[in-house]
């Protein structure tokens, strides 16, 4: 005779509120409401979207009396008004709340060490907070010692690939960081794949921005900030204390294009040919290619840069836009550990980011 069933599980509730419904911010709202029933069904886990917030509105999912009468009456939606709208997703009867920062904003960034040392859990892709100023990041680190909140930003590096997770299993498994290489940009990856001396660089550059994987402005990438970021969250997250200005980071922008505007900078996208073509004539002379590369060394250095690599070497045969990252550490240090593949696009930074919630979700206790 079959035993009956016996469910010991009880479903725990996560009020959740999303800041930014961008590109990342919506897919990920539709990732949430496809994967619901799922969840619910095999994790007993509800996820209630309790709000979202952009740049100038945000809409709640109640009609809270006092907030309409600060906001002038709003009923569908109300003034940005970030402390009121985490207020509204904490809620007051215990329950458990994460916000998910999918903006690009400083402003929202500079919240996080509130919103945690009130109990608040946040994810996000947005850098900034990983990559800012090391006294938010001490003070972000802080609060989530002391109030038990946890910060996670997998999709901060390399989008969707398993990078930060990895780098935090081998340290909280007893291993040490001892260098980091990696090539964290996808444009930039795809211009050195393509640069050939087949065509002038600007032609590339030209054509990556008509595809869409250039920002807006392809001095975003060009400049080799982004890449810096991502550097300096890993180096965080091994417990290295490295700032943005500690990078030493070498710009693909001339000097003199660095602040024109937008438009005017494309006009004189040809200005990078001369320097990109002598790089590529130094690769070729050396049998090797030429890689943009991110560097993390044992002595604490940080460089980002081109590199002419070895035509064997690993970042010779990345495909089309991929990312890649090595990790040598004191296990993996004949042969570093390596994380590769697609590392941009609002679909797989958004799973990157619902990954996140559900290793959080995993770990809280149902409450009744
Ligand atoms: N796209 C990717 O492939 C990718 C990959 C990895 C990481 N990321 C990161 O993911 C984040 C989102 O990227 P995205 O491409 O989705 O950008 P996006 O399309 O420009 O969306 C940004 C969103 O943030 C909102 N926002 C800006 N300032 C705000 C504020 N002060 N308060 C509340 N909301 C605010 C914007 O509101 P409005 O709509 O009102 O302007 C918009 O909805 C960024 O940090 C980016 O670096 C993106």
């Known amino acids: 005779m079959p035993m009956p069933r016996v469910s010991t599980r009880h ?9 930014g419904p961008g590109r ?9 409401r496809a994967a619901q029933p799922r969840l619910q069904q095999d994790h007993a886990l509800e996820l209630k979207l309790c709000g979202v917030v952009a740049r100038k509105q945000m809409w709640l999912d ?19 008004d970030l402390d009121a709208f985490a207020q509204h997703v904490r809620g007051n009867d215990g329950r458990h709340a994460l916000l998910i920062d999918c903006s690009a904003s400083d402003e929202v960034a500079a919240f996080y060490p509130h919103w945690l040392a009130n109990g608040i859990h946040v994810v996000t892709p947005n850098k900034l907070a990983g ?12 609060a989530c010692a002391e109030s038990g909140a946890r910060f996670r930003y997998e999709a901060t590096v390399c989008a969707g690939l398993p990078v930060v997770q990895t780098l935090r299993d081998l340290l909280d498994t007893g291993d040490q960081l001892l260098a980091v290489h990696g090539m964290f940009s996808g444009t930039l990856a795809w211009l050195c794949n393509r640069h050939d001396g087949a065509q002038p660089f600007s032609a590339l550059v030209r054509e990556a921005h008509a595809k869409g994987y250039t920002e807006p402005d392809p001095r975003d990438d060009l400049s080799g900030r982004d890449v810096a970021r991502k550097l300096v969250i890993l180096a965080r997250e091994a417990g290295w204390p490295l700032s943005l200005e500690d990078v030493d980071l070498e710009s693909l922008v001339p000097e003199d294009l660095a602040a024109l505007p937008r438009d005017e900078f494309l006009q004189h996208l040809t200005a990078l040919d001369a320097p990109m ?3 590529l004539a130094e690769a070729h002379a050396q049998g090797g290619v030429l890689r943009h590369v991110a560097q993390l060394d044992r002595d604490g ?6 590199q002419v690599l070895p035509a064997s070497h690993a970042f010779a045969h990345t495909r089309l836009t991929d990312n890649i990252v090595q990790f040598t550490t004191r296990r993996y240090c004949d ?22 919630l ?5 770990s809280l206790e149902a409450r009744a």
């Open 11 to 19: 479903t725990r509730t996560l009020a959740v509120g999303v800041i």
């Open 24 to 32: 990342v911010g919506s897919a990920l709202l539709e990732q949430l």
């Open 62 to 80: 109640c009609d809270d009396a006092e907030l309409n009468a600060r906001h002038g009456g709003a009923q569908v939606w109300r003034p940005n």
């Open 131 to 142: 990559s800012g100023p090391l006294k938010r990041w001490q003070a972000i680190r802080r």
């Open 277 to 279: 073509a002598a790089k």
């Open 301 to 306: 250095r940080a460089s980002v840069r081109l």
């Open 335 to 356: 042969n570093p550990l390596c994380v590769q593949g697609p590392g941009a696009g609002p679909e797989v930074t958004a799973a990157g980011v619902f990954g996140d």
């Open 358 to 362: 559900l290793r959080i979700a995993e």
